[in-house]
Structure formats: structure tokens, C-alpha cells
């Protein structure tokens, strides 16, 4: 039984997004289950897009999601932050492995001119010199006929000579001469049998003047000669397998299977795009999505274990892999079903591990380990992704200026609240420090309130922290710490007593 051989081929015109990752997931589960190889390959043919960043993002993006690559374009020297590098410096520190090289398309251009030459001896392609205007008029009039627009195949009525005379004087592009009837089908992994009338499809463009190979045709080339045994891919490409097959047929090869994944909609059934919320992996990592959250949740648009579970770690997904439970309906994109992965696995973290994570996104806070851990654990059970670290526990670091009445509990007079200020305030000052622990906070407080919580620990929270919104007073006075519990205390008994 041969291997079996995957590839994504990203287009480095953007940052890696999330429907990506998804397609990366896939073939990386079905070459793990299969016990084959998950191969990376850059299509970088479109010279006019490219966005010198996106291979070490992509490259960030896999490392980051555990996706290990066997082949192809695995690593980059340069740090994908570093802004000053332009693509072609980008594209010499990138590290490839394989026998089957070089893996980015701009480096293979001999290979692509060899084979198109050879499509060119045996008539199967031919040179075409229309130009933009000539070809925009000519789609013009099939839509007037209500015919699909499409190539008309007038230069492949010149003669020989006339062709070998204009090839050195003017810019061409290669077309792949298509059958003008019969049909061309396929058998997809997901969706069965799909086939199209020959006579619908247009001649496609295989190599252009500018000595680069289309999509169409380099696609081709690359999977045959790097040996792709199977390729997952977007649906938006079903339309354009029957060119790739007949190019496969041209040169007698045989072609991979092929499965061609759902795209993931909004909520409301429209294209995922940007107004939705992040797209790029790049901005899910900032925001502190865990991995774990992101691949459970993404191995599930699209895909259905057949029973009733949600959580599947990464080894877990391997094993419960199987093309059969891919699905034909599209997937919605669900923040708050993302937002529960997110809160799940951080919860499942250690303090340890939280601390360390959140880290970076208390750097411009504090330094200090022992009280990251603290803000760690009081955070942790609200928290959905690590960013979330930060928030509500600015007054850590400085107390707001508020207003005297938000120390108010509804109508409860204002002596009251002193009253229970002051008594708080006794409770906390007689804990000795190596007492001042959060459940000894809470208990002790909690046993003062008593039936009175609202007209004791509203104001507590006010006090402590100077907003509506916070942790709780116990957990609020446990990060201040004694000294600055009592201070923040002792300076809201004299905003009401100036009330």
C-alpha cells in the first residue's frame, strides 16, 4: 500500500485565518491517523499579492497549534515580527526538508516551463496572444448570448508559422486545450460523484507571460511529483477540479483523491469575514486562545464524532478520525461556542501554568511573580481567553478617583455604611499577615456581614477597588494585601464622613 501524502499549499497573500487552520487540521489527522505525511508547500505564483509576513505567520500559526510538518517548508529563521524584512528576504531564511524540493513555487519555475513545454509539443496546450481588451469583449458577447463566458479559441486557428513568428515578438500565455465534449467527473471524499460537461469548461491558462505557471497548473505539477496521495481542500476549488483533472490526463498521471472541505459561514449563513470578529490565527493568538480550545473547537465545524462529545484533545481527534464523518452542510462560526472552549481548557490549567501564560499580558502591570499568581487565581474561573487576565484589576495597581456616594448601598443611611466601614476595617487591621489568606478573608467577612451582606461588602468592594465592577471584597483585599486594604479603608470612612 503506498503512503499516504498531504499537503496544504497556502498562498502567502494574508495572514493565516482560521478556515485555513481548519484545512490544515484536517489533512494533519487524516495523514497521522493514516500514519503518512503532512507536507507544507507555498504558493506564491501571484507576485502581485504577496505579503512578506505570511509564511512565518503560517509557520507560527502550525507551530502554535501543535500541527507538526513532516516536509516541505517547515521552519523560518527570521522572527515573524520582524516588519523591516521584504519577501525575498524572507524567502532565503526559510528552512526546507524533503526530497522533493524546493517547496515554494517561485523556486520551481524550470520544473513548470519544462512540462508546459512538453504540453506544447504534443498540441495539447497552445500559445495564446489575445489581449485584456480583446478578451474582455469577448466574454461580453457570449453573456449577450447568454452563453457562459469563455474562450473562443481564436489563436489556436493560426498557423505554425504564424505562431513560431508572433512567440518572438510578442508577450503569450499557454492554454490547456480542453475536450469540447464528453464529460469530466471525479469522486469526492465528502460529497460522492461529481461531474461536469466538457463543453462548459473554458481553456484554462496554464503558464503566463510573465514565465509563471497559474494556480491551475503548478497545483498540478507540485502534487504529482511530490507524490499527494490525497488532497483536502475548500470547497471554492470544486469548480476547478475538472481543469486540474484533464491536466492530469494530459500528461497521463494519475490523480490524488480528492475531498473538498465546507467553508466556515457567519451566524447569520453569509461568509466569515472580519466584521464577524477575528479571522486570523494571528489575532486568536493575541487574544490568549489557548491551542487546545482552538483546535477542539475547529475540529468540530465540519466534522461529527457521531456521539455526544465536545472535548477531544489533539491525540484524541487522530484517533476518532475519519473522512466518513466529515460533513456536506456548512458550519457556523459561533463565538460563544468558542468563548466555552476558551473558558474550559483554561480552567483546566494549573496555577502554575496560568501564571506563566498570563504573564505577558500583565508585563506592563507588574513583574511580580507571587502577585501574577494571586491575580491568576482569582481570575481563572471568569476568564475565557488569557487576555482576560487584565480585566477589572486596574485598581491593583491605583486606585480610581470615585465618588463618595457609589460607597452607598441602595438607602441604606450613610452612618451605616461608615459604621460597617469601620468594622471591616478592625477586622482586617487584627489578622496577622500570615493569617491574611483569601478563605480566612472571606470567612471572617462573611461572618461580620451576616444577614446585612449588601450594606457590609458593597461598600467593601467600593473601597477597595473604587468601581462598581471588580472581584469580590474578599478577593480584592487579599491582592492589595493588608497595609493597602487598610489604607484604601481608612480613606473611605473619610469620604463619608465629608458626605
Given at each position: 500500500?503506498?503512503?499516504?501524502?498531504?499537503?496544504?499549499?497556502?498562498?502567502?497573500?494574508?495572514?493565516?485565518?482560521?478556515?485555513?487552520?481548519?484545512?490544515?487540521?484536517?489533512?494533519?489527522?487524516?495523514?497521522?491517523?493514516?500514519?503518512?505525511?503532512?507536507?507544507?508547500?507555498?504558493?506564491?505564483?501571484?507576485?502581485?499579492?504577496?505579503?512578506?509576513?505570511?509564511?512565518?505567520?503560517?509557520?507560527?500559526?502550525?507551530?502554535?497549534?501543535?500541527?507538526?510538518?513532516?516536509?516541505?517548508?517547515?521552519?523560518?529563521?527570521?522572527?515573524?515580527?520582524?516588519?523591516?524584512?521584504?519577501?525575498?528576504?524572507?524567502?532565503?531564511?526559510?528552512?526546507?526538508?524533503?526530497?522533493?524540493?524546493?517547496?515554494?513555487?517561485?523556486?520551481?519555475?524550470?520544473?513548470?516551463?519544462?512540462?508546459?513545454?512538453?504540453?506544447?509539443?504534443?498540441?495539447?496546450?497552445?500559445?495564446?496572444?489575445?489581449?485584456?481588451?480583446?478578451?474582455?469583449?469577448?466574454r461580453k458577447r457570449f453573456l449577450?448570448?447568454?452563453?457562459?463566458?469563455?474562450?473562443?479559441?481564436?489563436?489556436?486557428?493560426?498557423?505554425?508559422?504564424?505562431?513560431?513568428?508572433?512567440?518572438?515578438?510578442?508577450?503569450?500565455?499557454?492554454?490547456?486545450?480542453?475536450?469540447?465534449?464528453?464529460?469530466?467527473?471525479?469522486?469526492?471524499?465528502?460529497?460522492?460523484?461529481?461531474?461536469?460537461?466538457?463543453?462548459?469548461?473554458?481553456?484554462?491558462?496554464?503558464?503566463?507571460?510573465?514565465?509563471?505557471?497559474?494556480?491551475?497548473?503548478?497545483?498540478?505539477?507540485?502534487?504529482?511529483?511530490?507524490?499527494?496521495?490525497?488532497?483536502?481542500?475548500?470547497?471554492?476549488?470544486?469548480?476547478?477540479?475538472?481543469?486540474?483533472?484533464?491536466?492530469?490526463?494530459?500528461?497521463?498521471?494519475?490523480?490524488?483523491?480528492?475531498?473538498?472541505?465546507?467553508?466556515?459561514?457567519?451566524?447569520?449563513?453569509?461568509?466569515?469575514?472580519?466584521?464577524?470578529?477575528?479571522?486570523?490565527?494571528?489575532?486568536?493568538?493575541?487574544?490568549?486562545?489557548?491551542?487546545?480550545?482552538?483546535?477542539?473547537?475547529?475540529?468540530?465545524?465540519?466534522?461529527?464524532?457521531?456521539?455526544?462529545?465536545?472535548?477531544?484533545?489533539?491525540?484524541?481527534?487522530?484517533?476518532?478520525?475519519?473522512?466518513?464523518?466529515?460533513?456536506?452542510?456548512?458550519?457556523?462560526?459561533?463565538?460563544?461556542?468558542?468563548?466555552?472552549?476558551?473558558?474550559?481548557?483554561?480552567?483546566?490549567?494549573?496555577?502554575?501554568?496560568?501564571?506563566?501564560?498570563?504573564?505577558?499580558?500583565?508585563?506592563?502591570?507588574?513583574?511580580?511573580?507571587?502577585?501574577?499568581?494571586?491575580?491568576?487565581?482569582?481570575?481563572?474561573?471568569?476568564?475565557?481567553?488569557?487576555?482576560?487576565?487584565?480585566?477589572?484589576?486596574d485598581f491593583v495597581f491605583k486606585?480610581?478617583?470615585?465618588?463618595?456616594?457609589?460607597?452607598?448601598?441602595?438607602?441604606?443611611?450613610?452612618?451605616?455604611?461608615?459604621?460597617?466601614?469601620r468594622s471591616t476595617l478592625k477586622?482586617?487591621?487584627?489578622?496577622?499577615?500570615?493569617?491574611?489568606?483569601?478563605?480566612?478573608?472571606?470567612?471572617?467577612?462573611?461572618?461580620?456581614?451576616?444577614?446585612?451582606?449588601?450594606?457590609?461588602?458593597?461598600?467593601?468592594?467600593?473601597?477597595?477597588?473604587?468601581?462598581?465592577?471588580?472581584?469580590?471584597?474578599?478577593?480584592?483585599?487579599?491582592?492589595?494585601?493588608?497595609?493597602?486594604?487598610?489604607?484604601?479603608?481608612?480613606?473611605?470612612?473619610?469620604?463619608?464622613?465629608?458626605?
Amino acid at each position: 500500500m503506498s503512503t499516504v501524502r498531504v499537503r496544504i499549499a497556502p498562498s502567502p497573500t494574508g495572514l493565516f485565518h482560521l478556515g485555513s487552520l481548519r484545512t490544515a487540521l484536517t489533512n494533519y489527522l487524516f495523514a497521522r491517523k493514516e500514519k503518512g505525511v503532512f507536507l507544507v508547500r507555498v504558493e506564491d505564483t501571484d507576485q502581485n499579492r504577496l505579503v512578506p509576513e505570511a509564511i512565518p505567520d503560517m509557520l507560527a500559526s502550525l507551530k502554535w497549534a501543535g500541527l507538526e510538518i513532516n516536509e516541505g517548508v517547515i521552519d523560518c529563521r527570521k522572527n515573524v515580527n520582524d516588519s523591516s524584512l521584504n519577501y525575498t528576504e524572507i524567502k532565503k531564511n526559510i528552512i526546507q526538508k524533503g526530497n522533493f524540493g524546493p517547496y515554494i513555487q517561485s523556486e520551481r519555475l524550470e520544473i513548470y516551463r519544462r512540462y508546459a513545454d512538453e504540453l506544447l509539443r504534443k498540441k495539447i496546450a497552445y500559445p495564446c496572444f489575445c489581449r485584456c481588451e480583446e478578451l474582455d469583449k469577448m466574454r461580453k458577447r457570449f453573456l449577450k448570448k447568454g452563453l457562459p463566458p469563455k474562450y473562443d479559441r481564436s489563436c489556436l486557428k493560426l498557423s505554425d508559422a504564424e505562431v513560431k513568428s508572433r512567440m518572438v515578438k510578442e508577450p503569450f500565455v499557454l492554454r490547456l486545450k480542453t475536450p469540447l465534449s464528453g464529460k469530466t467527473s471525479f469522486v469526492d471524499l465528502i460529497r460522492g460523484k461529481i461531474e461536469i460537461e466538457n463543453e462548459l469548461l473554458d481553456d484554462p491558462i496554464i503558464m503566463k507571460s510573465d514565465g509563471f505557471p497559474t494556480y491551475h497548473f503548478a497545483v498540478v505539477v507540485d502534487d504529482h511529483l511530490m507524490k499527494i496521495s490525497h488532497v483536502f481542500r475548500g470547497e471554492e476549488w470544486i469548480s476547478s477540479t475538472p481543469k486540474h483533472l484533464l491536466i492530469y490526463k494530459a500528461f497521463g498521471w494519475k490523480p490524488p483523491v480528492f475531498g473538498h472541505l465546507t467553508n466556515i459561514l457567519n451566524m447569520h449563513g453569509g461568509k466569515l469575514s472580519k466584521r464577524d470578529g477575528s479571522v486570523s490565527i494571528a489575532d486568536f493568538r493575541q487574544k490568549g486562545f489557548l491551542p487546545e480550545a482552538i483546535i477542539n473547537f475547529i475540529a468540530l465545524l465540519g466534522w461529527n464524532p457521531k456521539d455526544n462529545r465536545e472535548l477531544f484533545s489533539l491525540s484524541e481527534l487522530i484517533k476518532e478520525f475519519d473522512t466518513k464523518k466529515l460533513n456536506k452542510a456548512a458550519p457556523r462560526f459561533d463565538q460563544q461556542r468558542l468563548d466555552w472552549f476558551g473558558k474550559y481548557y483554561l480552567g483546566q490549567k494549573s496555577l502554575e501554568e496560568l501564571s506563566f501564560l498570563s504573564a505577558p499580558y500583565l508585563q506592563k502591570l507588574t513583574d511580580d511573580q507571587t502577585l501574577i499568581k494571586k491575580i491568576a487565581q482569582v481570575q481563572q474561573s471568569r476568564m475565557h481567553v488569557l487576555g482576560d487576565i487584565t480585566q477589572d484589576i486596574d485598581f491593583v495597581f491605583k486606585l480610581p478617583n470615585y465618588s463618595s456616594d457609589l460607597l452607598i448601598w441602595k438607602d441604606t443611611p450613610s452612618q451605616i455604611i461608615k459604621e460597617n466601614l469601620r468594622s471591616t476595617l478592625k477586622i482586617i487591621s487584627d489578622i496577622k499577615l500570615s493569617d491574611f489568606s483569601l478563605s480566612n478573608l472571606e470567612k471572617l467577612l462573611m461572618t461580620i456581614a451576616g444577614e446585612n451582606r449588601g450594606s457590609f461588602l458593597w461598600p467593601l468592594r467600593v473601597a477597595l477597588s473604587g468601581k462598581q465592577k471588580s472581584p469580590s471584597p474578599f478577593e480584592c483585599a487579599w491582592l492589595l494585601g493588608r497595609d493597602e486594604s487598610i489604607r484604601r479603608i481608612e480613606k473611605a470612612v473619610s469620604k463619608i464622613s465629608n458626605f
